[in-house]
C-alpha cells in the first residue's frame, strides 16, 4: 500500500514505524524533524500500519470530525492541506488550539459535529474527511457531512461500536452503521482495527 506523501516508515528510538515531520504534541518519540505516529493512541494511524488504503494523500483539504486533543490531527497537518480540525468539548479544544500554534494550515472549529450547519459558512469543499467521534449516531454524522466532500473525495471513519451500545454485539453495530452509511456513499472497504483498538471499525467509503 502506498502511503500519503509525507507519511512514512522510520526507525526512531531503534523501533521502526510510520512517522510525519512536525513538532511533537503527545510525548511521541522524535528524530530531528520527523515524529512518531502513535497506532495505539490513533485510529487513523492503526489504519494506516494495518495497510488499510485510506486514498488519502499528500495535500488533500481535509475535514476532520472529532478532532480531541489533537493527537491525530496533528499527523494528518503533518502531512494534508488546510485541515478543518471540529470539537466540541472546550477543554481539549485548548490543548488543539495549541498544537495550531505551529500549524498555520490547521484550523480548529469549536463546534458539534452532528450540527454541521453552525460551521458550513467556514469550511470550503474538501477532498477528505477524517472522522473518529465518540457519540451515538456515528454514520449518521458522517452523512450529514457529506455536503463538504467533493464528489470524487474519500470518508475515513472509525466507527466506536461501544459508543453506540455497550450492550449490542459489535458487529451488529457495525452492520447498522455501515447501512446507513450506504445512503449516501459506497463502501470500499472495511477492517477491525484490532490490536490496536477494541470493537473499533476502519471504513473507507466514497460519494455515491
Wanted: aromatic share 6%.
Amino acid at each position: 500500500m502506498t502511503l500519503p506523501e509525507g507519511v512514512e516508515h522510520r526507525s526512531i528510538g531503534g523501533e521502526t514505524g510510520l512517522a510525519t515531520r512536525g513538532d511533537p504534541v503527545y510525548g511521541e518519540p522524535t528524530d530531528g524533524e520527523w515524529r512518531r505516529w502513535d497506532p495505539h493512541r490513533s485510529k487513523l494511524g492503526a489504519m494506516l500500519t494495518k495497510d488499510i488504503d485510506t486514498g488519502l494523500a499528500g495535500d488533500d483539504t481535509v475535514l476532520y470530525l472529532g478532532a480531541a486533543s489533537g493527537t491525530t490531527v496533528s499527523h494528518v497537518v503533518d502531512f494534508a492541506g488546510p485541515t478543518y480540525a471540529v470539537e466540541f468539548a472546550a477543554r481539549p479544544m485548548r490543548d488543539l488550539l495549541s498544537v495550531a500554534e505551529s500549524r498555520d494550515r490547521l484550523f480548529p472549529l469549536l463546534k458539534d459535529v452532528r450540527s454541521p450547519e453552525t460551521y458550513a459558512h467556514v469550511v470550503e469543499p474538501v477532498d477528505a474527511i477524517v472522522q473518529d467521534v465518540a457519540t451515538r449516531g456515528q454514520a449518521r454524522v458522517a452523512v450529514e457531512n457529506r455536503q463538504f466532500l467533493h464528489d470524487d473525495g474519500q470518508l475515513v471513519l472509525a466507527i466506536k461500536a461501544r459508543s453506540e451500545d455497550v450492550t449490542r454485539d459489535p458487529e451488529a453495530v457495525f452492520q447498522d452503521a455501515i447501512e446507513t452509511l450506504e445512503e449516501t456513499y459506497e463502501i470500499l472497504a472495511t477492517e477491525r482495527l484490532e490490536p490496536y483498538h477494541d470493537d473499533h471499525l476502519a471504513v473507507v467509503a466514497q460519494p455515491e
